[in-house]
């Protein structure tokens, strides 16, 4: 029987929740397809140490699996290790140019890669929001402490002015979002050939946080980049969220198109050059990992026990959203990539497109449930009466007005994204 081979990029796999996505990939892959299909991860990490460190505990874990997941003596599964700076658009246009010449297709996307841009904790902040709700603290905190306006080193070489629009980005914007958005849009020939014999489509997933609904009301379209607030982090996982999910909307479609534009020298799989048909159209979701204990927020390791036990008295107080453990974390942008194209299109038609988390009960066992949006509720379904838990303290229901506005912030997050893509790949051409 001829195998198939289902293709999955993961940035930022070397650590935390990027390595244990990997590993549940693995997991889940072997466990739910049949012995004739395997998996190539691609792994993009910052250095090749780093890259060949991942593949090396890879396979180490791999080689410990039963005999039953194995095939002819070999684990279903294989590595390719790339090297990538998402705070470099150049570092990024090089690879987007090596995968295109060297891959076959792709059928995932895993955006994991991020930067938090945070300092430390105020922890008389934190006390007062911890007395006031403890829960409601440990899982929207408004204590963490981030500079202001920080961003990347020059994109374009022979530049020595940092700080100013024509030479630099945001960093956390560039490494959380745009440096993606602009990978995924190189990637979009290789997504738009993806296919499988269960009808898959290519697939973007966005890593998001359910720490965005603390600043639906911070967010700035005049501050895309998130230059000017104290929030930089929650502010670019928000834009993900309203590019994710308006990004199936007849409000976007003309920059959603153009996103996913096959260059003229790539044809898709229809055969003609241009925007993918509807069948090989990639999809792009938004997940979130629950709040993991990470070290993406610098604190002492004795604080760190500390954090660590605040999540667990969280979660036996009833949050279902700390999964605590990174691996129960992967469990939602792990279920999105490998669910079968007709269960998520059959949810989504019921239930509008909505961004999935992983949760836990009060004993650890994770699942996956959808989380309200501020702006978009759970699918953008107006008066949706579905009473979930987990909610941020003031939720509402969604209004008309709401969803509108929503939809309107949709199409202005595309609009700007595009030129903003347009205008650095122009600055960028020529340049290897």
């Given at each position: 029987?001829r195998v198939?081979?289902?293709?999955v990029?993961?940035?930022?796999?070397?650590?935390?929740?990027g390595?244990?996505?990997?590993?549940?990939l693995i997991?889940e892959f072997?466990?739910?397809?049949p012995?004739?299909e395997?998996?190539t991860?691609?792994?993009?990490t910052?250095?090749?140490r780093?890259?060949?460190?991942?593949v090396?505990?890879?396979?180490?874990?791999?080689d410990?699996?039963?005999?039953?997941?194995?095939?002819d003596?070999?684990?279903r599964?294989?590595?390719?290790s790339e090297?990538?700076a998402l705070?470099s658009?150049?570092?990024?246009?090089?690879l987007?140019k090596?995968?295109?010449?060297?891959?076959?297709k792709l059928?995932?996307v895993?955006?994991?890669?991020?930067?938090?841009?945070w300092?430390?904790?105020?922890y008389?902040?934190?006390?007062?929001?911890s007395?006031?709700?403890?829960?409601?603290?440990?899982?929207?905190?408004?204590?963490?402490?981030?500079?202001?306006?920080v961003?990347?080193?020059?994109q374009l070489?022979?530049?020595?002015?940092q700080?100013?629009?024509?030479?630099?980005?945001?960093?956390?914007?560039?490494?959380?979002?745009f440096g993606?958005?602009l990978?995924?849009?190189n990637?979009?020939?290789?997504?738009?050939?993806?296919?499988h014999?269960?009808?898959?489509r290519?697939?973007?997933?966005?890593?998001?946080?359910?720490?965005?609904?603390?600043v639906?009301?911070?967010?700035s379209?005049?501050?895309?980049?998130?230059l000017a607030?104290?929030?930089p982090?929650?502010i670019?996982?928000r834009?993900g969220?309203v590019?994710?999910?308006?990004?199936?909307?007849?409000?976007?479609?003309?920059?959603?198109?153009?996103?996913l534009?096959?260059p003229?020298?790539?044809?898709t799989?229809?055969g003609e050059e241009?925007?993918p048909?509807?069948?090989?159209k990639?999809?792009?979701?938004v997940t979130?990992?629950?709040?993991?204990s990470?070290d993406?927020?610098?604190?002492h390791?004795?604080?760190?026990?500390?954090?660590?036990?605040?999540?667990?008295?969280?979660?036996?107080?009833g949050s279902?959203?700390?999964?605590?453990?990174?691996?129960?974390g992967a469990c939602?942008?792990?279920?999105?990539?490998l669910s079968?194209?007709?269960?998520?299109?059959?949810i989504?038609a019921?239930?509008?497109?909505g961004?999935?988390?992983?949760?836990?009960?009060?004993?650890?066992?994770?699942r996956?449930r959808?989380?309200?949006v501020?702006?978009?509720?759970?699918?953008g379904i107006?008066g949706?009466e579905?009473?979930?838990?987990?909610r941020?303290?003031g939720?509402k229901?969604?209004?008309r007005?709401?969803?509108?506005?929503?939809?309107?912030l949709?199409?202005?997050?595309?609009?700007?994204?595009?030129?903003?893509r347009e205008?650095w790949?122009?600055?960028?051409?020529?340049?290897?």
């Open positions: 029987m198939v081979t289902t293709y990029l993961v940035t930022g796999a070397n650590s935390g929740l390595f244990t996505t990997c590993c549940r997991d072997l466990d739910t397809r012995g004739h395997s998996i991860l691609i792994l993009t910052r250095d090749s780093k890259g060949d460190s991942t090396s505990r890879l396979q180490k874990r791999a410990k699996l039963p005999k039953s997941k194995r095939q003596g070999t684990t599964v294989s590595y390719k090297i990538v705070d658009l150049l570092s990024v246009k090089r987007s090596k995968l295109l010449a060297e891959l076959p059928d995932v895993i955006l994991n890669a991020g930067c938090g841009g300092t430390g904790v105020d008389w902040m934190a006390t007062q929001q007395m006031k709700g403890f829960v409601q603290s440990v899982t929207w905190p408004a204590f963490k402490l981030a500079n202001i306006g961003v990347t080193k020059p070489p022979n530049t020595s002015t700080g100013t629009t024509n030479t630099a980005l945001g960093e956390v914007f560039c490494i959380n979002v993606h958005y990978l995924s849009h990637l979009a020939p290789l997504l738009s050939k993806a296919h014999p269960s009808g898959n290519g697939r973007i997933i966005w890593l998001s946080s359910i720490e965005t609904e603390a639906i009301d911070a967010f379209i005049d501050d895309i980049q998130g607030s104290p929030t982090y929650e670019s996982k834009l969220d590019l994710a999910l308006t990004s199936s909307l007849p409000a976007t479609k003309p920059w959603v198109d153009s996103f534009l096959a003229k020298s790539v044809p799989p229809s241009g925007i048909t509807t069948e090989s990639p999809g792009m979701y979130h990992p629950g709040i993991c990470t993406i927020l610098p604190v390791w004795i604080l760190n026990l500390f954090k660590l036990l605040t999540f667990y008295i969280a979660r036996w107080l279902p959203w700390h999964t605590i453990d990174a691996y129960k939602a942008p792990v279920w999105v990539a079968p194209q007709a269960q998520l299109d059959s989504e019921k239930e509008g497109p961004k999935w988390g992983s949760s836990t009960d009060i004993w650890g066992n994770e996956v959808r989380t309200e501020g702006g978009w509720g759970w699918g107006v949706e579905v009473q979930r838990g987990g941020i303290s939720a229901a969604l209004t007005e709401a969803r509108e506005e929503f939809e309107v949709g199409r202005e997050c595309w609009r700007r994204m595009e030129g903003l205008e790949e122009e600055r960028l051409d020529g340049l290897d």
